[in-house]
């Protein structure tokens, strides 16, 4: 199995432009994260997903916009880059049971 | 609402000497534990978790952790230090928040192993 796998790795973007990070896992998780990493802070929620359907605010989740497309994925869309949001982001899913959360290998996101 | 504080942001130790790696939280409810391992440029790896069950904790490449509820404390510890150990570790709550449970992490502690 493949666990959490995020696309892209690596990107970089100029301020105003748009994109969006794509999560997928095979576990047949019901819940979802996105998290942003920043030195010094650890990880900050994002926006969350408990179960397919349904999403909802984190810490952090100004700027950003999250779909959950189906069970297996969760995208989070950028749609006016800011330098701001230069950070490393991280999926996560976790199983209906268990309070343990399963990351991906992150996204390390650049805006100029 | 939770929180986690971890004491260090960094911690240098000599390979072969122990390791003390320090968390406080606060929680409302009874919450699960766990420490998370980051090697550089990597993805989050868990290291064990606590959740209500024993106080001392068991986890991969030798770590353990107890649980104690009266200091409001969950520092990971490990006898003997190995070079690879060096990492950040994170210190994180799991508690009831919106529809779901949700994580709250500690700023991290980099440890550093020196030979």
């Known amino acids: 199995n493949a666990g959490v796998t995020q696309t892209p790795k690596f990107q970089v973007l100029k301020t105003g432009q748009s994109m969006t990070l794509q999560c997928a896992q095979d576990?047949?998780?019901?819940?979802m994260y996105w998290y942003r990493q920043d030195p010094g802070m650890g990880l900050r929620l994002i926006y969350y997903s408990a179960s397919e359907g349904t999403t909802d605010k984190g810490e952090v989740p100004n700027g950003y916009n999250v779909s959950r497309l189906n069970k297996r994925e969760f995208s989070l869309r950028l749609e006016s880059a800011a330098p701001s949001q230069t950070s490393v982001y991280f999926c996560?899913?976790?199983?209906?049971?268990?309070?343990?959360?399963?990351f991906g290998p992150g996204t390390r996101l650049t805006v100029l | 609402a939770q929180s986690v504080t971890q004491l260090d942001s960094h911690v240098s130790v000599s390979e072969g000497t122990p390791v003390l790696l320090r968390c406080n939280y606060s929680s409302s409810y009874s919450p699960s534990l766990f420490w998370y391992v980051q090697h550089p440029n990597k993805g989050l790896q868990l290291l064990l978790k606590?959740?209500?069950?024993?106080?001392l904790v068991k986890g991969i490449n030798g770590f353990e952790a107890e649980f104690k509820k009266s200091e409001t404390s969950f520092h990971l510890t490990k006898p003997s230090a190995h070079m690879s150990d060096a990492a950040e570790y994170f210190c994180v709550v799991s508690d009831i928040s919106g529809s779901a449970r949700q994580l709250t992490f500690g700023s991290g502690t980099q440890l550093t192993v020196l030979p």
């Open positions: 996560a899913s976790k199983g209906l049971t268990s309070d343990t959360q399963y």
């Open positions: 576990m047949n998780h019901n819940s």
């Open positions: 606590y959740t209500s069950a024993a106080t």
